[in-house]
């Protein structure tokens, strides 16, 4: 069989791995680069898997960096099915016509602002292309392995991550001999608020993992819970503004979890909590109708409370409207807004209007990848630049990484050391970490593996 990395290769976005048998070709995700805007555009307008000749995707979760170039592989060619759990099915619906939506927003926007000698920025692909991505979904049920073709099976584990999440295990026969391949996708953490952890799978020969937070140990869930009250109660001294850039999907829903607790208990002061991500009320719908997949805490809370998101300090906005209100708005408020590394969606509106008074406080609560606007704000740059213009960074900035949705390096060792126990684990690939992330897993890993782990570069291929 061969292996090539056409994504995450030292970096965190844009998933894409490409897996060789003599009858198959199966790929893993289909993500989205994000970081520099011409780099990123040129790497996914191009594809190098043969989008034609695939005979299926499998898709690991609905996070944009791993599902969000599904239409531009279908406006290459692709037509095969694109396997994956109910909810990520349902979750990469809305998540790939809000992709294209951004795309058009701000192929307006760049267009209107940007100078005239400039080439115009189109979207990468159209809503034919949605539409025919969309129907290529093929949900399966998690708890069973699924025979899909004579030389392939395949079962999903929930990997605990976001809704639907899921870590694959395929059975590939390849010249007369099955092989064990584990594909972890993004891996979640164990004993975060609402979703089920993550469940262990038996060994492998071929392992591909994320390692995005491999060299991080998060605070625990209360220390981080204390931390944002905090961050609220200051606000509410100051009459400041809350920012808070978050993925639509998934640690919106896990800060509005937080802060419904924080409120039941009576400590949260009452300043008003926006969620201006129409995304993420959708996202929240669907949440719904996969009950099953909360953990016990979250189930107990709904059989007395119908949502687990909703309470009187909150308010959705859905209109652009609605949300430019919010721009001319005294504090102190909260707001939460996609996306979560500033790269595009509504955030960077507020940010424009509250990252000059040191009074406003931006709270970053995932991870932010090197080349985007999260990150020169994590790193506290002097001045960023947001839509095109120049801005004083002088509001406060607080990390809240542990709020991530990822494994930690205690997760990782737990993870793995279960995989190895009655089993083995052969060879191990890592992908989606930073290279400083990415080495303190393959430490890890060395311990639990029969060969050295690899960390494979952009475009590398290998037999195995
Ligand atoms: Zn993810």
Not at 307 to 313: N, V
């Given at each position: 069989m061969k292996l090539t990395f056409f994504g995450a290769a030292g970096e965190v976005t844009g998933s894409q791995h490409l897996l060789e048998s003599d009858t198959l070709r199966i790929l893993l995700d289909c993500g989205l680069f994000q970081g520099r805007r011409a780099e990123a555009y040129a790497k996914n307008r191009h594809f190098r898997c043969g989008p034609g000749q695939l005979d299926a995707v499998i898709l690991s979760h609905a996070h944009i960096d791993h599902c969000g170039n599904l239409p531009g592989l279908f406006r290459a060619g692709f037509r095969g099915p694109i396997y994956c759990t109910p909810a990520t099915a349902d979750l990469t619906a809305v998540m790939l016509r809000d992709s294209l939506h951004i795309q058009q927003e701000d192929a307006r926007y760049l267009s209107r602002h940007a100078a005239a000698d400039r080439p115009p920025i189109e979207p990468l692909y159209g809503e034919n292309d949605v539409r025919g991505a969309v129907k290529l979904l093929e949900p399966l049920d998690g708890a069973d392995w699924h025979e899909l073709s004579p030389a392939l099976r395949l079962r999903f584990t929930n990997a605990g991550h976001i809704l639907g999440s899921a870590v694959t295990q395929l059975d590939i026969e390849d010249r007369g001999e099955v092989r064990r391949v584990v594909f972890t996708g993004d891996l979640g953490r164990r004993s975060l608020p609402l979703l089920c952890d993550p469940r262990p799978v038996e060994g492998c020969d071929i392992l591909i993992t994320e390692s995005t937070y491999a060299d991080a140990v998060h605070p625990p869930p209360e220390d981080l819970k204390a931390r944002l009250l905090k961050i609220i109660q200051r606000a509410d001294e100051t009459q400041g503004k809350i920012i808070i850039p978050a993925f639509s999907l998934g640690r919106t829903q896990q800060v509005v979890y937080f802060l419904h607790e924080l409120a039941q208990t009576g400590k949260l002061p009452r300043v008003p909590i926006f969620v201006d991500s129409p995304l993420a009320n959708r996202v929240t719908e669907i949440f719904a109708r996969h009950r099953e997949l909360m953990d016990a805490a979250a189930q107990r809370v709904l059989r007395h409370d119908k949502?687990?998101?909703?309470?009187?300090?909150l308010t959705s906005l859905e209109s652009p409207q609605q949300s430019m209100e919010l721009n001319w708005r005294e504090g102190p408020f909260v707001v939460i807004a996609a996306s979560g590394m500033c790269e595009n969606g509504r955030v960077r509106h507020h940010l424009k209007h509250a990252i000059e008074d040191e009074r406003n406080t931006i709270v970053l609560i995932g991870f932010q990848a090197e080349h985007t606007l999260g990150r020169r704000i994590a790193e506290r740059q002097p001045k960023v630049k947001i839509l095109d213009r120049m801005f004083t960074l002088r509001a406060r900035v607080e990390s809240l990484g542990g709020l991530s949705a990822h494994a930690d390096a205690e997760d990782f060792k737990w993870f793995f050391s279960h995989m190895s126990q009655d089993s083995h684990i052969g060879r191990a690939f890592i992908v989606h970490g930073e290279p400083p992330a990415a080495r303190a897993l393959a430490a890890i890993l060395h311990d639990v593996c029969d060969e050295d782990p690899t960390i494979p570069a952009l475009y590398e291929s290998f037999e195995i």
């Open positions: 949502d687990l998101f909703d309470f009187p300090m």
